[in-house]
């Protein structure tokens, strides 16, 4: 079934990676061991498990380096965060782990187009969220609520949605789709290339609404007690923030996680049903 080369190919290139991601601030050591697990997963387990980890590695890419990018725009601002922007394991699972079970059920379900259609809905969803968290703050006028559009927000809010930032969305999902379909998954799994494209930028989409309509609703909102900023931190300008609204347990790893459960379920269930 699974082929002991691959395994060490798999375990070879997934620990360069993890410990280059790590020696480059891009994941602490939690981090670098989450990603590491979900990579193996993701590579050894599937047939063509290689195709599976690009479409991941392609996110992975994406996002470090909009975590990078970010951090010294912060960092220019006196905005930077401890750790050189390092992410954690919290926020590597909460965006992979998703797709790394999807990655595992597989081998009890060989071959099964559902399972891969959430896998794909899943890491559409986490870079679709990636993009848009930044490109969207790049929108000319400030954010309007996902709840209630007449409301507009200040620009970086949870929940918060606008039309540059809707697009950037649609686009990080379409990018999954596309890598997806050059690497010939579709005729893998006996798909048109447009219902792959369609079925995982919708799922994308669908997400990261869901995404947006947690962050507008139920998710942990403070106000800094030193800046006075709005925050999806416990902790800004080390110290503890004031509890605004929403739930302490509901952070941001948590919404994130929600949103890639959804992202992959909406694409199941248009397999299922489709
Ligand atoms: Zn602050």
């Not at 290689?50 to 601002?77: E, N, P």
Request: a positive charge.
């Amino acid at each position: 079934m699974i082929d002991p080369a691959i395994v060490l190919i798999a375990g070879a290139i997934c620990a360069a990676l993890a410990v280059g991601a790590w020696r480059a601030h891009i994941l602490d050591e939690g981090g670098a061991i989450s990603a590491f697990l979900i990579g193996f997963v993701t590579f050894a387990i599937p047939r063509d498990g290689w195709k599976w980890f690009v479409v991941l590695l392609v996110f992975l890419s994406i996002s470090s380096y909009m975590t990078h990018y970010k951090y010294q725009a912060k960092r220019k601002k006196g905005f930077a965060q401890e750790k050189g922007g390092a992410r954690g394991w919290p926020n590597v699972t909460a965006n992979g782990v998703v797709a790394g079970l999807l990655a595992l059920m597989i081998f009890f379900f060989p071959g099964d187009p559902i399972i891969l259609a959430a896998f794909l809905g899943a890491v559409a969803t986490a870079n679709a969220d990636t993009l848009a968290t930044e490109i969207g703050l790049l929108n000319p006028s400030d954010p309007r609520l996902i709840t209630d559009l007449r409301r507009v927000v200040p620009a970086g809010t949870s929940g918060g949605i606008s039309i540059l930032g809707e697009l950037a969305t649609l686009f990080g999902a379409l990018v999954i789709g596309i890598v997806a379909g050059l690497l010939g998954m579709t005729a893998d799994f006996g798909w048109p290339f447009a219902v792959l494209i369609a079925t995982t930028m919708i799922a994308g989409f669908v997400g990261c609404s869901v995404d947006s309509i947690i962050g507008a609703t139920v998710q942990g909102i403070y106000k800094c007690s030193i800046c006075g900023k709005i925050t999806e931190n416990r902790r800004h300008c080390g110290a503890s923030s004031i509890p605004l609204r929403g739930h302490r347990i509901i952070d941001n790893n948590v919404v994130n996680l929600l949103a890639t459960i959804s992202g992959a379920a909406f694409a199941a269930l248009v397999l299922v049903f489709g």
